[in-house]
C-alpha cells in the first residue's frame, strides 16, 4: 500500500514517516510541497498522485494563536481538507483527516462517543470541527475522521519535551489538574491510520467518525508525575484548577473520548501511554547521546 500523507514534520506525520510497517511506502508533503494556505496546490498533489489512500496530518495546532488568527485556521483546518477530500472523492481514494477532542465541550466525566454533540469551546476546535464536516460532506465512499488528543513525542513541541525542559531548571512546577484526558503517542495515531487506511481500501463500508486515546485517562498534573518519575527528575507536582492558569483559549475540562468502535471496527486497541512515554524518553535519550 502507498499512502500520500500531508504533513511532514508534526507529530504524526513524522512518524507515519519513520515508521512505516512493511509493505506501506508513504510519500509525506510538506508546507514546501503542499502549503494549506493554498487548497489548489495541495488538490493538484492527490490528482497525480498514484497513491492508495490519503491521509490528512497537516493542521493548524496553536490552539492559543487561532485566537486571533481564526481565518489563516479555518483555511487550513477545514477549507483545505475539504478540498482535498473532494479530490479524493473525484479518484475513489479513502481518505483519513486526524481531528481532536477540542471538537467537544468538555463537559461532564463520561468519554464523549463518536456520535455525541459537538461544542469546540475556541478557534482551534472550531475550526477542526468545520474540517470533520468539510471531509464528511464531500468524501467518497471511504473516508474516516480520527479524533484523538494530548499528543505526544520524541520530536516538535509537546507537552512531554515542555515538562522535561521546566523539570530540569526548576524544583517545583504548578500543573492543572481538573483537565483529565488520554496522552496518546503520536507512533501509535500513525499505527492506527495505517491500519485503517488498509481496512478503508477494502471496506469502506466503515467509513465514519471514530476516536484513539492513549489509555488511562489521567490529568495533565499527574501526567508530569509519571514523566518526572521516569525520567529521574526530582521535581515537585503542585495541583491548581485551570482558572488559577488562564490562556487565551479555553481548554476542555473532559478529554476523555470513548474509543470502542475503533477498537470494535479495527481491532485498534488504546495504547498504555506510560509505555509509550517509556519509549520517548529512550529516543530523546539516544538523540542527546548522538549530540
Known sequence: MKLLVFGKTGQVATELRRHASDGVEVLALGREDADFSDPARCVDHVERTDADAVIIAAAYTAVDKAESEEDLA???NASTPGAIARACAVRDLPVIYVSTDYVFDGAGTRPSCPEDPTGPLGAYGRTKLRGEEAVRGTAGKAH????TSWVFSAHGGNFVKTMLRL??????????ADQVGGPT?????????????????????????YHFSGAPDVSWADFAREIFAQSGLSCEVADIPTRD??????RPL???IDCARTTEVFGIARPDW??????????????KADT
Open 74 to 76: 479555518l483555511t487550513v
Open 144 to 147: 474516516a475522521i480520527l479524533r
Open 167 to 176: 523539570g530540569a531548571e526548576r524544583d517545583r512546577l504548578t500543573i492543572v
Open 185 to 209: 503517542p503520536a507512533a501509535e495515531i500513525a499505527s492506527a491510520c495505517t491500519t485503517i487506511a488498509r481496512a478503508l481500501a477494502g471496506n469502506p463500508e466503515h467509513s465514519g467518525t
Open 245 to 250: 492558569y488562564p490562556t487565551p483559549a479555553q
Open 254 to 256: 473532559n478529554s476523555r
Open 274 to 287: 506510560r509505555k509509550g512515554l517509556a519509549q520517548v524518553l529512550a529516543e530523546l535519550d539516544h538523540q
